[in-house]
Nanobody, 121 residues
Framework: QVQLVESGGGLVQPGGSLRLSCAAS??????LGWFRQAPGKEREGVSS????????YYANSVEGRFTISRDSAKNTVYLQMDDLKPEDTAVYYC????????????????WGQGTQVTVSS
C-alpha cells in the first residue's frame, strides 16, 4: 500500500506560479501522477512520471506550463505550475500506479487527499 500527502496549493493570481509536492510512503516502483477536479467538471489527468523519471505525460492544457519531477531519495513528486490561468483552478490530487500507468484514473489505485489551487485576480 502507498500513502500520499499533497501540499503546496493556495491562491495565486493569473500568470503566477505554484509548486505542488506529494510525499509518498513508497515510490521507487510506481508511476506518480497528478490529477485535478474542478467544480462541475470531470477529473482530468494532468501529468505523470515513470518510476525512472524518463517517461512523462502532460495534458494538452498544461503542456509547456507545468513540469513534473520526482526525487526518489525523498519519495516525493513535484508539479511546478507556471503561467497559471483561471481554468487551472481545481483540487489537485497526487496518485500512484503500477508501471505502465499514464493518465487515466482507473490506472491509479492509490490517491492523496488533494490540495486546492485557486487562480484568481
Amino acid at each position: 500500500q502507498v500513502q500520499l500527502v499533497e501540499s503546496g496549493g493556495g491562491l495565486v493570481q493569473p500568470g503566477g506560479s505554484l509548486r505542488l509536492s506529494c510525499a509518498a510512503s513508497a515510490s521507487d516502483y510506481y508511476v506518480l501522477g497528478w490529477f485535478r477536479q474542478a467544480p462541475g467538471k470531470e477529473r482530468e489527468g494532468v501529468s505523470s512520471i515513470s518510476s525512472s523519471g524518463v517517461m512523462t505525460y502532460y495534458a494538452n492544457s498544461v503542456e509547456g506550463r507545468f513540469t513534473i519531477s520526482r526525487d526518489s531519495a525523498k519519495n516525493t513528486v513535484y508539479l511546478q505550475m507556471d503561467d497559471l490561468k483561471p481554468e487551472d483552478t481545481a483540487v489537485y490530487y497526487c496518485a500512484a500506479g503500477p508501471p505502465g500507468a499514464s493518465h487515466y484514473s482507473f490506472e491509479f489505485p492509490y490517491w492523496g487527499q488533494g490540495t486546492q489551487v485557486t487562480v484568481s485576480s
